[in-house]
Structure formats: structure tokens, C-alpha cells
């Protein structure tokens, strides 16, 4: 996942998008480790730090993020799982993406970045506002087709129609603006490529847990996870009882580590959106996208750029 000069034309400046400049401070081989991208336009300057292009100053409203994907930074690393989980999600078969530049908006700790890149011919970037970009690194730094940055998903540093694959799980529902979030994404798409969202579904009836999440959201993100592990430790009753269940709910997943990652996901981000599926059809018919494909886990939704 060190930065190499391969990834750099697909680089632009966020703010204008012109191309930028490279110098380098410190190299490992082939590998840039230290060095600085400036705009050949604006001039604005973006660092690169531990092998990572950083295009934003700090991680914002996404400290929780920062905070789990680093805390919990191999706790979803089964390959099987992944694998399953992004194919249901997405419908990419990672075996189709051979030969294509892929991007991941929001790769977290990386664990679909592990997926996608077992295709040794498929290059895939992903990007994350938060620092869960340490941990991506940690986890698949010695991958050559592997690039990660750190970049906003609503100023993404990427050169339009770049990427034969586009796919966002479980990410964009926790932006400020996801509907504008996607409109980033859609134009560094080449023609003939493909978008695939995954996104909170709306529930019929109203749920306790939205309910707390107006006062744990506005918390201190180590003490929403110290809420977490007092709240796993009903585990027990509420597989016994769906009452405490509904009253207190918490993830439900056998292992422990997962029930507490699930769970402080669920009341830390300060933003959390769900949808129903003709809401997100609409994103895609809004912007042109064609053949468009609704999976059968809500609410995935996939299109092709005419």
C-alpha cells in the first residue's frame, strides 16, 4: 500500500482538480514513503505521510472511525466472509475485475480492499477521511496492486473517468450528504463502468436505538465504547428475551469482539441515514446510470455509465 508512482495519474488536486506535481523526500526502493503533491494550478499542497497521499487536515466528524477501524483493526479479517459479504453487496465477482482499476470509497481497515485485491491483474485504490487508514496500511501494505489514500469522499482526489469498478459498503449512509456523496463518485467512472452502493435500510417501525443515538452520537467516542461493553454484556438475556432486546438493543453476533465492534458502530457515527430502495434506484436513474441491478441484501443498488 506504499505509495508508488503508478498511482499518481490517477491524482488530482481536490479543489480543482489539476494534476500535481510530486516531490519526494524519502524512498524505500520503487516505494515513496515521505514526500509532498502540489497543485501545477492552485498550488495547494498535500503531503505524503508513511506512504500516504493525505488530502484532508483531520478526520472531522469520522473520530469514531478513527478510533474503531485502529481499536478493531483485524477483527473482520475472515477472507471467506468478506467474500460473501461483498458479492452479496455489490454483485462484483472479484474474479471479473481482473485487469481493472477499482476504487473503494471508504475502505476502512481494508477488509474488501483484501477481497478485490487477491486479483493480482486488478488495481484497486482505496480511500478513507478517517485515519483507519493506518490500520489499511498495517493490514495490507506489502500488496503491490494495493493504494490507499486518505481523502474526503465529498472532494475525492481522482481523475474523472479513471476506474472501471466503483463500490461503496456501508459507508456513504454515514456522510453529511450521502445522495451528494454518490454524485462525487459517479463521474470517475469510464464509460462502461460499473457503481455499486450498499446503504442502510430503513425499518418499517421507529427503533429504540435511533433514539439513543441523538444523545450517544454527541458523546466522547471512548465513552460510547465503554457504554458498548457495558450494553454486550446483556447478551445472554436477550437471547433469552426479545423484550430486553427491543428496549436494549445491541448486535447480536456470536463472537464477542464483533458484537462490541457492531455495536459501538451502530451508536458512535454522527451521522447514520437509512433509505428504501426506490430512494437510492432514484440516485442512480438521476444521474443517467444504466442496467441498473437491486440485490437481494437491502439496500444494494448497482449501474453502468452509458
Not at 461493553?229 to 445491541?250: D, E, G, N, V, W
Amino acid at each position: 500500500m506504499i505509495l508508488r508512482e503508478v498511482l499518481l495519474p490517477l491524482l488530482v488536486c481536490p479543489e480543482c482538480h489539476n494534476k500535481l506535481s510530486l516531490t519526494v523526500s524519502k524512498r524505500d526502493g520503487d516505494n515513496i514513503t515521505e514526500g509532498l503533491l502540489k497543485c501545477n494550478s492552485c498550488e495547494k499542497a498535500f503531503p505524503i505521510v508513511r506512504g500516504i497521499p493525505r488530502f484532508v487536515g483531520s478526520d472531522a466528524y469520522v473520530r469514531s472511525f478513527s478510533a474503531e477501524w485502529n481499536i478493531f483493526s483485524c477483527t473482520q479479517l475472515d477472507l471467506r466472509e468478506n467474500h460473501e459479504t461483498f458479492v452479496n453487496k455489490t454483485g462484483l465477482l472479484p474474479e471479473k475485475l481482473a485487469g481493472s482499476t477499482v476504487l473503494e470509497a471508504g475502505c476502512g481497515m481494508g477488509r474488501f480492499l483484501e477481497v478485490v485485491s487477491r486479483e493480482r491483474s486488478a488495481t484497486i485504490v482505496g480511500f478513507d477521511l478517517s485515519l483507519a487508514v493506518e490500520s489499511a496500511y498495517a493490514n495490507f501494505g506489502l500488496r503491490q496492486n494495493v493504494h490507499i489514500v486518505q481523502a474526503d469522499v465529498m472532494s475525492p482526489p481522482f481523475s474523472q473517468g479513471s476506474f472501471d469498478a466503483i463500490y461503496s459498503i456501508g459507508v456513504l449512509h454515514h456522510t453529511s450528504d450521502p445522495e451528494a456523496a454518490f454524485d462525487k463518485l459517479v463521474p470517475l467512472l469510464k464509460k462502461g463502468g460499473e457503481v455499486a452502493v450498499w446503504v442502510y435500510a430503513k425499518p418499517r417501525l421507529p427503533i429504540l436505538s435511533d433514539f439513543y443515538r441523538i444523545f450517544t452520537c454527541r458523546m466522547p467516542w471512548s465513552l460510547v465504547l465503554a457504554l458498548s461493553r457495558l450494553l454486550i454484556k446483556t447478551y445472554t438475556l436477550q437471547s433469552m428475551s426479545r423484550y430486553i432486546a427491543l428496549i436494549l438493543p445491541i448486535s447480536m453476533l456470536p463472537d464477542p469482539e464483533r458484537r462490541l465492534l457492531d455495536t459501538f458502530d451502530w451508536y458512535s457515527p454522527r451521522f447514520q441515514f437509512k433509505y428504501r430502495t426506490p430512494e437510492v434506484i432514484a440516485w442512480f436513474r438521476r444521474v443517467g446510470l444504466e442496467d441498473l441491478r437491486v440485490l437481494s441484501f437491502p439496500v444494494s443498488v448497482s449501474g453502468v455509465r452509458p
